[in-house]
């Protein structure tokens, strides 16, 4: 079993509380946008990190992080790409990997929506953590923890940080 705390568009913004809701995880995924190496490296330091770069993240996070990061996580498929769209309206930089290989779970930032959904017609739980920085017009901050066991998905919960 693994917990997974999952954020995305922190735009150089550093909470403290990420690691206090992150405490009990055994990864963090960032979904892009992450804005800052040093923000990157304490995630890191704190837990293992997996990220994707986003559209906004420069030349040192290009180099650290790829744009489409396929994985295993205990029995279960990932798929994550910062710019990534929603369920009958993926962006077109993906949407054929997805509709050839559909993961089991697709994990997408950017827009700084909210949105834990399941695709009936792929088969795959898509979840949007939102935006964790205080760039944009999210009227909410949020991070999004979750267990994976084998191949299941539980434990679901969207954690609010506040304007």
């Not at 009990?24 to 704190?46: R, V």
């Not at 990534?84 to 930089?93: C, Q």
């Not at 994990?107 to 909210?114: F, P, V």
């Amino acid at each position: 079993m693994k917990r997974i705390g999952i954020l995305s568009d922190t735009h150089s913004y550093w909470d403290d509380r990420y690691l206090h809701y992150f405490e009990p995880c055994d990864e963090i995924w960032h979904a892009g946008d992450i804005c800052s190496t040093e923000l990157a490296d304490h995630l890191a330091a704190f837990r293992p990190l997996r990220a994707v770069c986003g559209n906004c993240d420069g030349g040192d996070l290009r180099r650290m992080f790829p744009e489409v990061l396929r994985f295993k996580c205990e029995e279960v498929d990932v798929l994550m790409k910062h710019i990534g769209g929603y369920p009958g309206r993926y962006d077109r930089s993906i949407v054929r990997q997805l509709m050839a290989r559909p993961p089991q779970l697709f994990i997408s930032g950017h827009s700084h929506i909210l949105k834990v959904q399941y695709d009936q017609q792929l088969g795959l739980l898509h979840i949007n953590p939102g935006a964790a920085g205080i760039q944009g017009w999210q009227k909410e901050r949020t991070l999004i923890r979750l267990t994976i066991e084998g191949n299941k998905f539980g434990d679901c919960e969207v954690i609010t940080l506040g304007r």
